[in-house]
T-cell receptor, first 113, second 118 residues
């Protein structure tokens, strides 16, 4: 069975603060993929990143960075210098070669001006 | 690239009527499409997986006869909510991917359809 846990239900920060969203996963598969999606108030899910289980390199894209650690089964997401437009629900998801994705419950991020 | 559209974006219908939602991959061929529903402040719940040209695979607890899924082409899947009732009111989201396997299983999501059944 697969499981994704996003322990933080809601996070509130002030603009320009850094914020890290946690994601812990469980799977017995040795090959899997991890994703982060952003869901703004409009409702549409926006793909942010995909990570393969055999590639533990961290990644930085602008103000976004991701820390993948297989040893702790975690795939955390950090937003540096947060902005009001970052306010959204963020979902972490796990996908195996079976194709289906298992989503976490989401973390609602509120960035206040 | 990787744009998925949904139509309609919102719909209000009377109890007992049927509603069809379309999901299209605009710039790629989607071997696999997924249908989710999302209740307010909750995560996405997978309803079914459909592969082009074959019957959809429904998740446990999802009524096949109530939620009819058709994936007739590599760019179009439809979800029909038959005899809708107020408890079917939800946000329905589709996603499309190239299929399973390395590099192909990223899901691209449609903008969602908000269904309200009166």
């Amino acid at each position: 069975a697969q499981k994704v846990t996003q322990a933080q239900t809601e996070i509130s920060v002030v603009e320009k603060e850094d914020v890290t969203l946690d994601c812990v996963y469980e799977t017995r598969d040795t090959t899997y993929y991890l994703f982060w999606y952003k869901q703004p108030p409009s409702g549409e899910l926006v793909f942010l990143i995909r990570r393969n289980s055999f590639d533990e390199q961290n990644e930085i894209s602008g103000r976004y960075s991701w820390n993948f650690q297989k040893s702790t089964s975690s795939f955390n997401f950090t937003i540096t210098a947060s902005q009001v437009v970052d306010s959204a629900v963020y979902f972490c998801a796990l996908n195996t070669n079976a194709g289906k994705s298992t989503f976490g419950d989401g973390t609602t991020l509120t960035v206040k001006p | 690239g990787a744009v998925v559209s949904q139509h309609p974006s919102w719909v209000i219908c009377k109890s007992g009527t049927s509603v069809k939602i379309e999901c299209r991959s605009l710039d790629f061929q989607a071997t696999t499409m997924f249908w989710y529903r999302q209740f307010p402040k909750q995560s996405l719940m997978l309803m079914a997986t459909s592969n082009e040209g074959s019957k959809a695979t429904y998740e446990q607890g999802v009524e096949k006869d109530k939620f009819l899924i058709n994936h007739a082409s590599l760019t179009l899947s439809t979800l029909t909510v038959t005899s809708a009732h107020p408890e079917d009111s939800s946000f329905y989201i589709c996603s499309a991917s190239l299929g399973a396997g390395q590099g192909r299983n990223t899901q691209y999501f449609g903008p969602g359809t908000r269904l309200t059944v009166l």
